[in-house]
């Protein structure tokens, strides 16, 4: 990388102050023409920015050189007064200076080539920026930490262990090494198979807290499920109507409980009908009621079960509605008693919710998941240190093949090698200033 870039690293529009960050070879050049060179480095010094004699601002510059900077190259940031003028002319002169402006995600990536983090280090930063949650911003910065990088590598450490033994098998027939050395490598991928396929069964966890857990109500018709939303999500976000069948479509709102990120879903009311609109509403709460973590059963008192129990999973919560009316009890722990009118039975719904959020998403030790990207590269490690496990019975020469394409897998997650593929995945989600 020969070019030098440039980037706005504050949000566009009229702010206090903009930052331009800057970063490559031409930095020290671009800032002397701008007439703030000489600076000591990681020192803010208050310079007069100017271009072809024409005064652009007062700004203070920062200078950081490399290879100890972010992105590993000599770096730079331009604190700049947040009008727009002020952000165009500089940006304008730098490119006059045969900078460019850079792509999405290009100084985190830079930073990952000059080896300044890992490809799940940089995932995390991107986590980072999109955090708005209490556990998003500590699972980010544990990832950014290495904690994710550490479980692959110590899964990577076991297979490789697996590997050696079955690789000096294959490669020394004649030499002295003891007989059958491969077999040895049994326990290790027994072990690691295991430590695979717990991570697996864990991968959801640490993906709903980078994502959002999802909460579905789900229930008939006038079952108070639209006003049981709005309560919840403390505004008049659905119509209420006394009319059956108001709410023909999923409805969704975004909520903070228990410092987790909650996506909260009001659906269509189940039940049989002929009109177009409504069938595909029910099939829509169906599909969304099918792929969430938690379902909250909305039942008025003395409805039958009806539709909405097919859906219903263990572990669901039963919200009875409309205790306003009349006395109403509950026959299973389950089971939750409310009045969006009086309120009561809210607090106690809110809690029962922030409990199951504690039980699904915390833990004591850090997912080895956060993105679609990670599980997909598990289960293909898992499915061939499997496979290498089952062929180490017909000779070396069949697991190593199975094995080192385990290796590659988990490899890919924190790119320790074969990368170029995923590299457009990982950072085409970033903002323009990382």
Known sequence: MTDTIFALATPPGRGA??????????????????????????????????????????????????????????????????????????????????????????????????????????????????????????????????????TYAGFRADLLTALALVEAEIDFPDEDVPDNLARSAGPILDRLIVDLKRALADAARGERVRAGYRIVLIGETNAGKSSLFNALVAREAAIVTPVAGTTRDVLDAELIIAGYAVTLSD???????????????????????????LRLWVRAPGDAPGEAADLVQPGDL?????????????????????STV?????????????????????????????????????VEALTAVEAGRAALDHGPEMAGDDLRRAATALGRVTGAIGVEDILGEVFSTFCIGK
């Open 342 to 378: 009086t309120g009561a039975g809210l607090g106690e719904l809110h809690d029962r919710i922030a409990a199951r959020l504690m039980a699904d998403l915390a833990g004591a030790d850090f997912p080895a998941v956060t993105r679609e990207r990670h599980r997909r590269r598990l």
């Open 267 to 293: 659906t269509a009311g189940l039940r049989l009908s002929e009109d177009v609109v409504e069938i595909e509403g029910v099939r829509r709460a169906r599909a969304r009621a099918e792929a969430a973590e």
């Open 17 to 150: 102050i903009a930052i331009l960050r800057l970063s490559g070879p031409g930095v020290d050049a671009a800032l002397s023409a701008l007439g703030a060179g000489g600076l000591t480095p990681r020192m803010a010094s208050l310079r007069t920015l100017r271009h072809d004699g024409e005064t652009l601002d007062q700004a203070l510059v920062l200078r950081f050189p490399g290879p100890t900077s972010y992105t590993g190259e000599d770096c730079a940031e331009l604190h700049l007064h947040g009008g727009r003028a002020v952000v165009e002319a500089v940006a304008g002169a730098l490119t006059a200076l045969g900078l460019r402006p850079a792509e999405p995600g290009e100084f985190t990536r830079r930073a990952f080539e000059h080896g300044r983090m890992d490809l799940a280090q940089a995932e995390a930063v991107a986590d980072l920026i999109d955090a708005e949650t209490r556990s998003q911003r500590t699972q980010a910065l544990g990832q950014l930490d290495g904690a994710l990088s550490r």
């Open 318 to 338: 039963t919200v009875l509605t409309k205790a306003d009316l009349g006395p109403v009890t509950a026959d299973d722990p389950d089971t939750v008693v409310v």
